[in-house]
C-alpha cells in the first residue's frame, strides 16, 4: 500500500533553514505528481507545494514562494522540501503527499521555528 | 484563490443520528468540460492525518462505509454520515482542486452528543 515517511523535522530559530525528506514506497513513485501540506498546532490545513514526475512542474503558495524549494529523487523515491527564512508562523506538521489533485497523506513530521 | 468554508464549526450529533456538513466555495468547482465538480473530503481524527473520503464531490474512497455520502454542485456541498458510529468522531475538511493553490475548509469538529 502507499507508504509516505517524513523525517527532518526539528526546532530551529527564526531566520534558519532546514530539509524535510520524505521516504515513498507501494507506488511508482515517477508516476506521480506529490505535494507538502501543512498543519499549525490546532488549526487548519494549508497547502503550500508540488512538483511533478519528471519535476519540469512545480507550484508553491504566496506564503512560501522564494523561500521554500520542492526537489525529488525519483531513484531514491524521495521528495525534499528545502526551507530558508524560517518564520514562527511556519511552525506546524508537515505533510508529504501523494497526488496534485487529492492527496495520500504522511503521517507527518514537527517543524518548530522558535527563538 | 477560491475560499472555502465550512458550516458549522462544530456538531455534536447523537450516536445512530444522522450528521450533516457544509461546504461553501466562492466560485464554481464544477468544470464544464466534463461536468465534474473538482471537491474532495477528508476525516482527521486525532493524531492522524487526514484521510480521504470522498472525490468529485460524490464518489467514495475504496473502504470507505456507505454512511458516508457527499453531494453537491458548483458551489454548495454537503457531506453525510447517514448513521454516526463512535469512530467517526473526528474534524472533517473539504478541499477544491479546481485551481491552484489548493484550497481547504477550515474543518468541522464532530463530535457525540
Known amino acids: 500500500q502507499v507508504q509516505l515517511v517524513e523525517s527532518g523535522g526539528d526546532l530551529v530559530k527564526p531566520g534558519g533553514s532546514l530539509r524535510l525528506s520524505c521516504a515513498a514506497s507501494?507506488?511508482?513513485?515517477?508516476?506521480?505528481?506529490l505535494s507538502w501540506i501543512r498543519q499549525a498546532p490546532g488549526k487548519g490545513l494549508e497547502w503550500m507545494s508540488y512538483?511533478?514526475?519528471?519535476?519540469?512542474?512545480?507550484y508553491y503558495a504566496d506564503s512560501v514562494k522564494g523561500r521554500f524549494t520542492i526537489s525529488r529523487d525519483n531513484a531514491k523515491n524521495s521528495l525534499y522540501l528545502q526551507m530558508n527564512s524560517l518564520r514562527v508562523e511556519d511552525t506546524a506538521v508537515y505533510y508529504c503527499?501523494?497526488?496534485?489533485?487529492?492527496?495520500?497523506w504522511g503521517q507527518g513530521t514537527l517543524v518548530t521555528v522558535s527563538s | 484563490d477560491i475560499v472555502m468554508t465550512q458550516s458549522p464549526d462544530s456538531l455534536a450529533v447523537s450516536l445512530g443520528e444522522r450528521a450533516t456538513i457544509n461546504c461553501k466555495s466562492s466560485q464554481s468547482v464544477l468544470h464544464s468540460s466534463n461536468n465534474k465538480n473538482y471537491l474532495v473530503w477528508y476525516q482527521q481524527k486525532p493524531g492522524q492525518p487526514p484521510k480521504k473520503l470522498i472525490y468529485?464531490?460524490?464518489t467514495r474512497e475504496s473502504g470507505v462505509p456507505d454512511r458516508f455520502s457527499g453531494s453537491g454542485s458548483g458551489t454548495d456541498f454537503t457531506l453525510t454520515i447517514s448513521s454516526l458510529q463512535a469512530e467517526d468522531v473526528a474534524v472533517y475538511y473539504c478541499q477544491q482542486y479546481y485551481s491552484t493553490p489548493r484550497t481547504f475548509g477550515q474543518g468541522t469538529k464532530l463530535e457525540i452528543k
Open positions: 468529485w464531490a460524490s
Open positions: 507501494g507506488f511508482t513513485f515517477s508516476d506521480y505528481y
Open positions: 512538483i511533478s514526475g519528471t519535476s519540469g512542474d512545480k
Open positions: 503527499a501523494r497526488g496534485r489533485d487529492t492527496f495520500n
